[in-house]
């Protein structure tokens, strides 16, 4: 889907690689613009009265979400927790290489213990269902809400 204003950037990272499987193309979307509400995967843009602070990866609904690198689970998140959103309301804490961070609209396969670099770790969750049209994407949050994107 093109957005206006939002270049993609299509990279692996060092930290954060095999997060989506090897069949879906892993984009993130980035914007020079720091105030709009145009379009998903914005760092720190604003939306109505609320700042974006993540980095979204565009990922089809139903792929599978692997490791990042070696980490730790530390529980799963409820993003919403709203009735109407229930399809996507799920995510998980994940600690490694000095990092803490969630990761939002993804179904955990386990939520606690171990888990080394590309192994799965849940499948993205059906975002169209409650956000027809959208770019699907899983959101990816820093504890602090630090910026992620040196990370990718």
Do not use: W
């Amino acid at each position: 889907m093109f957005i206006p204003g939002v270049r993609d950037i299509v990279h692996e990272s060092q930290q954060f690689c095999c997060i989506l499987s090897s069949a879906t193309s892993s984009r993130v979307k980035l914007t020079s613009s720091s105030r709009s509400e145009e379009a998903v995967g914005r760092l720190l843009c604003f939306r109505g009265d609320r700042t974006h602070q993540g980095l979204d990866i565009v990922c089809r609904d139903g792929s599978a979400v692997y490791a990042p690198f070696d980490v730790t689970l530390h529980g799963k998140v409820t993003v919403y927790n709203r009735p109407e959103k229930a399809a996507i309301d799920s995510g998980i804490n994940l600690h490694g290489q000095g990092l803490r961070f969630k990761l939002f609209y993804v179904q955990p396969d386990k939520t606690s213990g171990s888990v080394r670099k590309g192994q799965r770790i849940g499948t993205m969750l059906p975002m169209q269902s409650v956000y027809p049209g959208i770019t699907s994407h899983i959101h990816v949050q820093m504890y602090d809400r630090s910026d992620p994107t040196p990370y990718f």
